[in-house]
C-alpha cells in the first residue's frame, strides 16, 4: 500500500510540475490592479505546418514547337509568383547556345535570337497575381532559307533565384 501511495503522490507532484511549464505567458486585469494592458501581436515568418512563409513560382513552357519557316517570334512567355521578405526580390534568367542542332547530324545546326525579357527582376518581394514576362524565340528568314529540313533541338535554362536588394 505504501508503494502505491507513494507512486500516486509522485504522478500528482509531476503534474502540477508540467502545468506551469506550458502555460502561456498571460497578463490579468483586475480591479486591485490596472485596468488596461497591452498585448503584442506578431506574425511568424513560418506556416502552420513548420515551413517557410516565403515562396516563388516560375511557370515556363517545357517544350515548344516552331513551325519550320516561321520567320516571326515564337511566344515563350513565363509566368512568375512571388511572396517573399523584406528587402528580397525574384531574378529569373533565361540562356540558351543560340543555335539548334540537328537530331540526325549535330554538326548541322540553326541559328535563333531570344527577344523579350531575358532577364528579369521583380519590382518588390511580393508579385502577386502573377504576371506574364514577354519572351520569344526567333529563326531569321536567311537561316530558315540555308538549312536542311529536320528536326532541330536546344535547351534553354530558366534560372530562378532570391535575390537581396
Do not use: Q
Request: with cysteine; hydrophobic share 40%; net charge negative.
Amino acid at each position: 500500500m505504501k508503494k502505491f501511495i507513494s507512486l500516486a503522490l509522485a504522478v500528482v507532484m509531476l503534474l502540477a510540475v508540467c502545468v506551469p511549464a506550458f502555460a502561456a505567458d498571460t497578463k490579468k486585469i483586475t480591479n486591485e490592479t490596472v485596468n488596461s494592458a497591452t498585448t503584442l501581436v506578431k506574425t511568424s515568418k513560418l506556416k502552420e505546418d513548420g515551413t517557410s512563409g516565403e515562396n516563388f513560382m516560375v511557370i515556363l513552357p517545357l517544350d515548344a514547337s516552331i513551325p519550320w519557316g516561321k520567320e516571326t517570334a515564337t511566344d515563350m512567355s513565363y509566368n512568375v509568383k512571388a511572396h517573399l521578405g523584406y528587402g528580397k526580390k525574384l531574378s529569373v534568367k533565361v540562356t540558351g547556345n543560340y543555335k539548334m542542332a540537328l537530331t540526325e547530324d549535330a554538326n548541322e545546326t540553326i541559328d535563333y535570337t531570344l527577344g523579350g525579357t531575358t532577364e528579369y527582376l521583380s519590382g518588390g518581394p511580393v508579385v502577386n497575381p502573377g504576371v506574364d514576362v514577354p519572351f520569344t524565340l526567333t529563326v531569321d528568314k536567311d537561316t530558315w532559307a540555308n538549312a536542311i529540313v529536320g528536326e532541330y533541338k536546344d535547351t534553354l535554362t530558366f534560372t530562378a533565384e532570391v535575390v537581396l536588394t
